[in-house]
């Protein structure tokens, strides 16, 4: 069993910036894609980025190109995701997943553990 532990959301002006954070807490982590995925009030959980095992790949959702950047320190165990240029409707909650595979994956099926979720709220 792998517990993942989020934080870093909060409240932000849009335009604004934050950075999650999300520790596992087990090294295994270092051998497992990670994932980002926001579920918005009233909407189906959405996939947000993902990193491979090595960090040397990436993906996004194009909602979220060129203003989040997912990033991972295996030695620490987590996996980072800066946002930049927040807007209102980036507005979720933010969960951290751990997938059965080393590899880039957006299918939520391919995710086996999951953190708890923390608010991100951007005010307009």
């Known amino acids: 069993q792998v517990q993942l532990l989020e934080s870093g959301g909060g409240l932000v002006q849009a335009g604004g910036s934050l950075r999650l954070s999300c520790r596992a807490s087990r090294s295994t982590f270092r051998l497992y894609a990670m994932g980002w995925f926001r579920r918005a009030p009233g909407k189906e959980r959405e996939f947000v980025a993902t990193?491979?095992?090595?960090?040397?790949?990436?993906n996004y959702a194009e909602s979220v190109k060129g203003r989040f950047t997912i990033s991972r320190d295996n030695a620490k165990s987590t996996v980072y995701l800066q946002m930049n240029s927040l807007k209102p409707e980036d507005t979720a909650v933010y969960y951290c997943?751990?997938?059965?595979?080393?590899?880039?994956?957006?299918?939520?099926?391919?995710?086996?553990?999951w953190g708890q979720g923390t608010q991100v709220t951007v005010s307009s």
């Open positions: 997943a751990m997938a059965r595979t080393n590899l880039v994956s957006d299918r939520e099926n391919l995710y086996e553990y």
């Open positions: 990193i491979s095992w090595t960090g040397g790949s990436t």
